[in-house]
C-alpha cells in the first residue's frame, strides 16, 4: 500500500472511531448538546460560541501527531538489518496482523479527541422549578433616624423581656417586625431594602432570597448609621436609582418614616419628581403623629426603663405630596396593628406584573466524554495484546 493510502486509511479509521465514541453522549442527552456550555477556566476568556470549535481543533491537532508517531514515526522508528539480498523477504509476512498494525493508533487518537472534549468541562443548564408568578418589585425605605427611639404611640402589643416584665417597643422594632412579616407574606415579590438617617444607604437590591433580607432587616439599629437627620429626599432618589433598570410593569417604594426631611443632598420633591419619571410609585407610611411620646432614658435604681415625654416634628403634607406626585398614597400608623394594616393596603393598590421565576441546575455532561474515551483506551490495550502483539 501507498503512503498516501495508508495516511488516507489511518485517518478515516481513526474518525469512524471518533464518530462511534460519540454516539453514547448523543444518545444519552442529543439535544442538550446543542445548548452546552464550556465551562473550563482556560476558556473563560473567549466568547462562548468560539470555545467549542476552538477546543475541538486543538483536540484533534494533538490527536494528529499522536497518531502520527503511532504510526508512521513508529516504522521509523524500528531496527533494520542490512542484507545482500531482499528477494526472500518479498514474500514476507502478510497475515491480517500486518494490516491492522495501524489500528491502535486510530483508537487512541480518537479516545485522545474525547478525552480533550471533556476536559473542556460541558455543562447543560437544567431549568427545575419553572413557572409564571405575580409580582412586583418593590423597594422598602426604613428610618433609622433618631426618632425611631421612641416608642410605638398606642402600641397594643408589648413585647416580654426574659425576666418576665413587659417591654414596650420603640418605633423600629415595630417597623422590624412589621417588615419581616412583610417579606415573609410577599413571596412572589423581588424586594429591596434602604436604610436612611443623615444619608441613605443600600441594605440589599431587589431580590427574592427572603431569608437574606429578614437577616439583615432583623440586624438593623440604631447607632449603625448616623441619625442625626432625616434625608427623605436622598432615601427616596437611592430606592428610585435601584428600579431604573427594572423589567417589572409595577415597581413601588413604600416610605416608613416618624419624622421631617431635614438633611440630604436632594430636595423629596426633586425626588418624587425623578421617581414620577421612572414610573415608580411611592406609598408612605407616617409611624405617629406628632403628638408627644415616650423615650426611653436608662433605668432607674430598681432596674425599671425610665420614660420622658419628647417631641419629634412629622410633615405629613410633605408624604402626601410624594405620594400623590408618583401615583401612591400616604397612610399613618399609630400602633403595630394600623401599620400592618397600611402595608397591605398598599399591596392592595398595586397592579401585579408577571415575571417567570425560574430555578436553574448544572449538569456536568463530561462523564458522557470520559466513559467512550476509556473505553477505547481499553480497546487498545486489547488489540495491542491478542492482534498486534506489540505491547507497548
Known amino acids: ?5 495508508r ?8 474518525l469512524a472511531f471518533l464518530a462511534l465514541g460519540l454516539v453514547y453522549p448523543a444518545v444519552s442527552r442529543g439535544e442538550a448538546w446543542l445548548g452546552t456550555i464550556w465551562t ?10 468560539w470555545r467549542l470549535p476552538i477546543l475541538a481543533t486543538l483536540a484533534v491537532a494533538i490527536a494528529a501527531v499522536v497518531v502520527w508517531r503511532m504510526t508512521f ?3 521509523a522508528r524500528a531496527p533494520r538489518l542490512r542484507l ?13 496482523r500486518t494490516k491492522l498494525r495501524d489500528l491502535p493508533g486510530m483508537l487512541r487518537g480518537a479516545a485522545l479527541v474525547l478525552a480533550i472534549l471533556a476536559l473542556g468541562r460541558p455543562q447543560n443548564v437544567l431549568r427545575g422549578e419553572s413557572g409564571d408568578e405575580r409580582g412586583i418589585d418593590i423597594v422598602l425605605v426604613l428610618d433609622l433616624s433618631g426618632s425611631m427611639r421612641a416608642l ?15 417591654q414596650r417597643l420603640t418605633r423600629l422594632d415595630t417597623a422590624k417586625e412589621v417588615i419581616v412579616d412583610f417579606v415573609a407574606r410577599r413571596r412572589a415579590d423581588r424586594i429591596g431594602v434602604v436604610v436612611f438617617g443623615r444619608a441613605a444607604y443600600i441594605l440589599s437590591p431587589p431580590t427574592l432570597d427572603k431569608s437574606l433580607l429578614t437577616t439583615l432587616v432583623t440586624k438593623m439599629e440604631l447607632g449603625l448609621i448616623d441619625g442625626n ?44 419628581h425623578l421617581a414620577q419619571t421612572q414610573a415608580v410609585r411611592v406609598y408612605t407610611v407616617q409611624i405617629g403623629n406628632g403628638d408627644d411620646v415616650d423615650v426611653q432614658e436608662g433605668v432607674d435604681l430598681f432596674g425599671q426603663p425610665k420614660y420622658v415625654r419628647e417631641h419629634f416634628p412629622v410633615n405629613p403634607e410633605l408624604l402626601r405630596k410624594i405620594a400623590s406626585t408618583t401615583g401612591g398614597d400616604a397612610f399613618v400608623a399609630t400602633d403595630k396593628k394600623s401599620l400592618e394594616q397600611s402595608m397591605h393596603q398598599i399591596l392592595d393598590k398595586l397592579e401585579k406584573t408577571r415575571f417567570e421565576a425560574m430555578t436553574s441546575t448544572m449538569e456536568d455532561l463530561f462523564p458522557l466524554l470520559v466513559i467512550p474515551a476509556v473505553a477505547l483506551v481499553a480497546l487498545e490495550a486489547l488489540v495491542r495484546l491478542l492482534i498486534v502483539r506489540r505491547f507497548p
Not at 40 to 49: F, S
Not at 243 to 260: E, P, Q
Open 1 to 5: 500500500m501507498s503512503r498516501a493510502g
Open 7 to 14: 495516511a488516507i486509511g489511518i485517518a478515516s479509521g481513526t
Open 40 to 49: 473550563l477556566p482556560a476558556l473563560g476568556w473567549l466568547p462562548r460560541e
Open 73 to 75: 514515526a513508529t516504522d
Open 84 to 96: 545482500t539480498t531482499i528477494a526472500p523477504l518479498v514474500t514476507g509476512p502478510r497475515g491480517f
Open 152 to 166: 410605638m404611640d398606642a402600641d397594643s402589643s408589648p413585647a416580654r423581656a426574659a425576666n418576665g416584665q413587659v
Open 229 to 272: 437627620g432625616t434625608a427623605i429626599g436622598d432615601a427616596v432618589g437611592t430606592a428610585v436609582a435601584r428600579l431604573r433598570r427594572s423589567t417589572a410593569r409595577s415597581k413601588a417604594v413604600i416610605l416608613l418614616t416618624d419624622g421631617d426631611s431635614n438633611a440630604g443632598s436632594i430636595a423629596p420633591e426633586y425626588a418624587a
